[in-house]
Every structure is written in C-alpha cells, then in structure tokens.
C-alpha cells in the first residue's frame, strides 16, 4: 500500500448531530434545530402575521433528536479519547455558528462558546489528532433566516466575515485546516439547510409552502457563496499565512455514468457532473464561474451578476485544498429525472454493482467509484484532496456480550479505502480518509439515531430514551489495525 507517512486518518462528525446542548450557553437555534432530518421540507417555524415575520414552532408531535444528540457537548473528552484508541491523528467536527454569534448578527462573539471550542480543540491536540474544523455544516443561524432572509442577502457575507474573523483568530494556532461550507453543492436540493435560504413570505400569499424559496434567491446565495467562501480564504491568509483553507462539497454527484455510450447520455452525464459539483467546484478551485451556468441561469429565469471587483476576488482567492464527502454513485440516460438524499444523487440501478447496504437505506456500495471520483477531482483541480465523509449507516443493536459485530461497515471501509490506495497509486495527491459518523451521531437526512455510522456505539433511540454509554463495535478494532498499517493489512 502506497499510503504517505503522514497520510491523516481519522473521522468526522458535525456539531448539530453530534453535541446536542441547543439551547446551552447562550446558543440560540440554528436551521437544523428546527427540522427532524434535513431532508424534510417542513421546518419548525410559522409565519406570524402580527409581526410579519417567521418565528420558531416546532412541532410538539416531532422528536428534534439534534436537540440532545448524543450529549457531545459535555462528554467529547471521553469520545476523543476512543478516538486516540484507534490511533486516530486528525478530526473532523464543525463549530456551531450559533455558539459563537448566537443570532448571527450581534457585533460581539459569545465568550462560552469560544471557551467551549478552545477546549475541544486543545483535547484533541493533546490527544495527537490534527483538528479539520468545518465553519459550518448546516448550522446558519436561524434568526439570519427569520430576520434577513438568509443567504440570497448580502448581509450574510458580513455576518460570516464577522464570524470567520473571530474563528481564525482565535483558534488560528490550534487549527490548521479548514473547511468553509459543508456540502454547499447541494443548495438547490435543500436550500433550507444546505442554502441557509428563507424566501421571506409575503404574508398574502398563503399558498407557498412554510420555508419555501425562489429560484432567484437560491441564485442569489449561490452567487453570495461564492463571494463568501472567496473572503474566507483571503481572511484567514491574512490572519495567518500558514492556515489552509478548503471548500467541502458532496461529490457523490462525481461518480455519474452514462447509462450506455449512446452520445446523448455521455452529455448528460457531462451536464450532471457540471449541475451538481463542478458548478460550485470550479469558482472554489479555478476562481472561475463557469460560463455553461448562462444558460442554466436564462432557463431558469433568473438574473444573476457577479461584479468586476467580485470576479478579482473569486479569481485570486481559491482554496488551498479539495475536500468532499463520497457515498455513492450513480447511472444517468437522457430520460432520467435525478433524485437524491444525503448519500448523493441516485438515478438508475447500476446492475453492475452487487454490493449493497443493508436496508432500509440500501445504499450501492461502489468503492471503484471513489477511485474515479478522486481521479477525476484531481485531474481538473490539481489539489490536494481530503477524503472528509464516506461511510456506511445500519440498524444495529447491542449484543448480549455488550459488542455489535458490524462485518459490512469492516467490508465497506476496507473497500473504500483499498481504492484510496490505488487512487494514490494512479497519482492523485490524497491526504486523508476522514471516516463519517466513527461514533453514533444522529442521522442527518431523517432526523433518527437508528441510522447507525459508528465504530462506537451510542445507547440512543429513535423515540429518545437510551443511556447515552458508549460501546465498542468490532469495525474499531479492523480500523485500529488498518490506521497502525497506514494501510498495508489490507494487502493480506
Ligand atoms: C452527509 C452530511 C453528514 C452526514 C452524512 C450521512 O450528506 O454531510 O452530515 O450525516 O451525509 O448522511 P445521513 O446521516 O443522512 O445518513
């Protein structure tokens, strides 16, 4: 195995899934806290005609998980500590915006919050692990939504410069590597969560749906993205010139095969690639917008225009590196309409593909497809690469000797990172593997803990109840024996 000395293996989770304490120290709530999954169109708020403005109302019938998660907040000492068990040396987590700027727009930081991250991040140096931060997984701060309709608004960029500001310099000497927006790409899947964008409802027009958005305004956040994660980059070189700063997207939408080698499907699997990742991908890495968007933007009816001095920005300012999360892939013909959920886009079956996770997700499990996916990714952006999410979610429960034999998750992270190797053989410049979910976290798409990623397990339920104790899988001890390798137990 070709693994360089200091290839980063580790994990990754995100503060909403993980840390719970949503409304502890001052936090206030972000978009997540206010749905069961983020793949659910029907958040937590109501639009209050007396104030012509959204307020929070969550539904007292719903169980919001994320609300306690599986206690992070007050137990990460002990998580990161079975991390280092496995010989971890980095981690991926993300810092709730919400716990530094509790509403997003306040002129001063939230001393408790910051506290509460300089402590984390301090634990997991002490423990050997190069901390990766994500500045935000889906956590924009509600109140951005309510109050400015999140961000199709400029204003946003002065609240997250505001925001990043503070993070870089106060964690700048802890934390090297960071990643501006988790999955960004998906903003037009879902632009509540993803887009952090709230069309501000006219209050009479009672027939769009709670939470619903305009194509324009998701162009508008696109097109505020882009500026954003522009100002990100050249904010932390300024702070720091040794900061490394990526974007994270969701490259699942990388591995996309044309159905036959009729011409017409190659194209749109060109389209889909471009529709899905390269669109965000190639502003982020080639400080470019592309100019195929022209005619996205005239069939879409929107307007959308970058200024002079905005196109300079973008140009001089890409990120230092690629990250991106691989699940899946996918097959397209000309008559498929994609679908899709946080594993990625999903087309057609892949009869080739025997492999797949068990029900009731049932994901197909394609390593060569991260072997391609890091190619291609390579090949167009010529960066440094970081594996930042791949896994496997399934229904587990403890057995009787206190233990789950998880043999498909032992399976699939052997496979995938296999390909990994021969990716780097091929020549791509791979950092790391950052495992998603290597403790029970809950779910992002439906909301549930039933969903189960971990090398570690996590006494939680779906209906809430549990002890929240940790147990050790089987999966931890074949990934401590493949981290120990740097990856050569998997020749045998
Ligand atoms: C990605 C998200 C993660 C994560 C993962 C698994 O899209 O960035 O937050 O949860 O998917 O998805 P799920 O939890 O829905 O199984």
Redesign the pocket.
């Known amino acids: 195995m070709v693994f360089p000395k200091d290839f980063m293996w580790g994990g990754?989770?995100?503060a909403?899934?993980y840390e719970g304490a949503w409304l502890e120290d001052g936090k206030q709530p972000n978009v997540t806290d206010v749905l069961v999954?983020?793949?659910s169109r029907d958040p937590g708020i109501a639009w209050n005609s007396k104030t012509g403005k959204y307020e929070l109302a969550l539904d007292p019938n719903k169980a919001y998980l994320s609300h306690t998660a599986v206690d992070g907040y007050h137990r990460y000492k002990e998580d990161l500590e079975l991390m280092a068990g496995m010989g971890f040396n980095a981690f991926r987590t993300s810092i709730a915006w919400g716990r530094i700027f509790p509403n997003g727009d306040e002129e001063k930081p939230n001393e408790a919050g910051l506290a509460f991250y300089d402590n984390m991040f301090s634990c997991m140096r002490e423990l050997g692990m190069e901390p990766v931060i994500t500045l935000s997984?889906?956590e924009t701060p509600l109140h951005l939504l309510t109050e400015y309709g999140g961000w199709s608004n400029p204003k946003l960029i002065e609240f997250w410069r505001r925001y990043v500001t503070t993070c870089f310099e106060r964690f700048g000497s802890k934390v090297k590597y960071w990643l501006t927006f988790?999955?960004v790409n998906?903003l037009f899947r879902m632009p509540f969560v993803a887009g952090g964008v709230l069309t501000i409802k006219n209050p009479a027009n009672t027939s769009d749906p709670v939470g619903s958005t305009t194509l324009q305004d998701q162009w508008d956040a696109y097109h505020n993205f882009l500026v954003a994660n522009a100002q990100t980059v050249k904010i932390a070189h300024q702070i720091n010139p040794e900061l490394k700063v990526g974007c994270?997207l969701?490259c699942s939408g990388v591995a996309i095969y044309p159905h036959n080698c009729d011409p017409a499907n190659i194209r749109v699997a060109l389209e889909a690639q471009r529709n899905n990742v390269f669109y965000f991908g190639d502003p982020f890495c080639l400080g470019i917008v592309p100019t195929y968007l022209n005619k996205r933007w005239r069939e879409d009816g929107v307007t959308v225009k970058f200024t002079d001095d905005e196109l300079e920005l973008i140009r001089k300012n890409t990120v230092d590196f690629f990250s991106f999360?691989y699940?899946r892939s996918t097959v397209v013909d000309t008559a498929i309409n994609l679908g899709g959920?946080?594993?990625?886009l999903s087309g057609i079956d892949n009869p080739f593909l025997k492999d797949k996770a068990p029900q009731p997700?049932g994901w197909p499990v394609d390593p060569d497809g991260l072997r391609y996916t890091l190619n291609v990714l390579y090949d167009r952006y010529h960066l440094p690469l970081l594996i930042v999410?791949n896994?496997v979610?399934l229904d587990e429960n403890l057995g009787e000797d206190g233990t789950i034999n998880d043999d498909f998750r032992t399976h699939y992270i052997e496979e995938h990172i296999k390909n990994v190797g021969l990716a780097i053989d091929d020549g791509v410049d791979c950092r790391g593997y950052l495992y998603?979910?290597p403790i029970d976290?809950?779910?992002?798409?439906?909301g549930e803990m039933k969903?189960r990623?971990g090398f570690v397990y996590v006494d939680r339920f779906n209906d809430g109840h549990g002890t929240l104790d940790r147990a050790i899988k089987q999966s931890y001890y074949r990934y401590k024996e493949i981290i120990e390798s740097n990856g050569a137990c998997l020749e045998q």
């Open positions: 990754a989770i995100a909403n899934q999954g983020i793949m997984h889906y988790n999955e998906a994270m969701t999360s699940y959920d946080t594993s990625g997700w999410e896994g979610g998603w979910g976290v809950v779910s992002a798409g439906t969903k990623y």
